[in-house]
Structures are given as structure tokens and as C-alpha cells.
């Protein structure tokens, strides 16, 4: 299994990036996927999923990423995406796609443990 992110760069304030994440050696339509988070010094985070279908998807709890950032998926090209817009330096981090085996659920789950797959990350560096 492999998850390849790509769409990371430097970017101003205000700005705004598409991350993709093409996954490859799964049954695609079968996972949920989400994308974290990770600024220096910092925890990982959960930044949003969306479920196998693409009908369903869930942000973080806190106000940093609500109305700004927006998860879809293409099933027939193994793709996720995460649309970024008005971003902020505090977005700075790299930023991880993973995926967790959830064929015909609603759920989007928020804890990195139940991914079982992670891609490499890509990074997003927005300045002031």
C-alpha cells in the first residue's frame, strides 16, 4: 500500500493550496481517509475525513480549520484532496493522508491510531 501526497509549497497568508493523495495496492473505495497534521514542536493533529463514499465528512473540533478547509474524494482515481484556503502561518506543518479500512460506514474517525496507513506528508509553509 502506498500513499503518495503531493501539492505542499510555500504559499502567503491568505492564500490558498490543494494537497492530493493518491493511494495505490487498495481497494480505495473500501477506506476512509483523513488528513493530519504535524507543525514543528508540535502533536500531531487531526485536520478532517471523509468516509468511503465521500458522503460524509468531519473537521476538526476547533475553529482553526472550519469553513476554511474542505475534504472531497474521487474513488475512480484513488484520490483524496484536501482544499485549503485562507490559509494562516499557524498552518504551517507538514501534512499527512492516511487510511483506515471502513467499507459501507458513516463514521469518520478523529484518533491517528485507527489509520493503518500513512503517506509520507507533504509540506505547507505559509507566510505572513
Known amino acids: 500500500v502506498q500513499l503518495q501526497a503531493s501539492g505542499g509549497g510555500l504559499v502567503q497568508a491568505g492564500g490558498s493550496l490543494r494537497l492530493s493523495c493518491a493511494a495505490s495496492?487498495?481497494?480505495?473505495?473500501?477506506?476512509?481517509m483523513a488528513w493530519f497534521r504535524q507543525a514543528p514542536g508540535k502533536e500531531r493533529e487531526f485536520v478532517g475525513g471523509i468516509n468511503w463514499s465521500g458522503g460524509n465528512t468531519h473537521y476538526a473540533d476547533s475553529d482553526s480549520v472550519k469553513g476554511r478547509f474542505t475534504i472531497s474524494r474521487d474513488n475512480a482515481k484513488s484520490t483524496v484532496y484536501l482544499q485549503m484556503n485562507s490559509l494562516r502561518p499557524e498552518d504551517t506543518a507538514v501534512h499527512y493522508c492516511?487510511?483506515?479500512?471502513?467499507?459501507?460506514?458513516?463514521?469518520?474517525?478523529?484518533?491517528?491510531?485507527?489509520?493503518?496507513?500513512w503517506g509520507q506528508g507533504t509540506l505547507v509553509t505559509v507566510s505572513s
Open positions: 495496492g487498495l481497494t480505495f473505495s473500501n477506506y476512509a
Open positions: 492516511a487510511a483506515r479500512l471502513a467499507p459501507w460506514s458513516s463514521v469518520v474517525v478523529s484518533s491517528g491510531d485507527r489509520y493503518g496507513y
